[in-house]
T-cell receptor
């Protein structure tokens, strides 16, 4: 069974640019969540997608957007990058939503640096 | 609003010593879940344990043990006979009950983490 994978591993962008981060969910998982982890901090919830629709959002501006595809892979898009967007971005997938507890499986993350 | 506090930013102990990582949480929910995750240098979060708010029994798994005290809103994590491989950042996290959540699955609220260094 393949785990959660993310690409790219590292990325360097300049302020004002746009970036797309990708996540492949674990097989059989239809829910994906994205977290931002700034240096020295705990992960912060960005949003969650369930069956290709946003299913909840944290305290992040609209320039953070996402997509989930029919194969349950996902993208995180960030427009108009700011220096404070520099962080580790973690993707987590889990199986069937709105049922008993479903553990989230995290990917290794994408390290984004904004210069 | 939910909040998780890990007051210990960094801890260093000599190998084979026992170490306890503290976690204090705040929530208005009567039903919730508590978690511990390990984050090695590779960055991936490794799930260690989940505890339902109704289950206050302590748990032991090998060298790991967890002490959940609802009266003090604490969920502490102890590693006995620490090893160098235990060196990592450890996060405590909280989620609301999925049955009443607007989310399909839990939105995790993390603490700021404790960096544990085991000195050989």
């Amino acid at each position: 069974e393949t785990g959660v994978t993310q690409s790219p591993t590292h990325l360097i962008k300049t302020r004002g640019q746009q970036v797309t981060l990708r996540c492949s969910s674990q097989s059989g998982h239809n829910t994906v969540s994205w977290y931002q982890q700034a240096l020295g901090q705990g992960p912060q919830f960005i949003f969650q997608y369930y069956r290709e629709e946003e299913n909840g959002r944290g305290n992040f501006p609209p320039r953070f957007s996402g997509l989930q595809f029919p194969n349950y892979s996902s993208e995180l898009n960030v427009n108009a990058l700011e220096l404070d967007d520099s962080a580790l971005y973690l993707c987590a997938s889990s199986p069937l939503a709105k049922s008993s507890y479903n553990e989230q499986f995290f990917g290794p993350g994408t390290r984004l640096t904004v210069l | 609003a939910q909040k998780v506090t890990q007051a210990q930013t960094e801890i260093s102990v000599v190998e084979k010593e026992d170490v306890t990582l503290d976690c204090v949480y705040e929530t208005r929910d009567t039903t919730y879940y508590l978690f511990w995750y390990k984050q090695p240098p590779s960055g991936e979060l490794v799930f260690l344990i989940r505890r339902n708010s109704f289950d206050e029994q302590n748990e032991i798994s090998g060298r790991y043990s967890w002490n959940f005290q609802k009266s003090t809103s604490s969920f502490n994590f102890t590693i006995t006979a620490s090893q160098v491989v235990d060196s990592a950042v450890y996060f405590c996290a909280l989620s609301e009950d999925q049955a009443v959540s607007n989310f399909g699955n839990e939105k995790l609220t993390f603490g700021t983490g404790t960096r544990l260094t085991i000195i050989p």
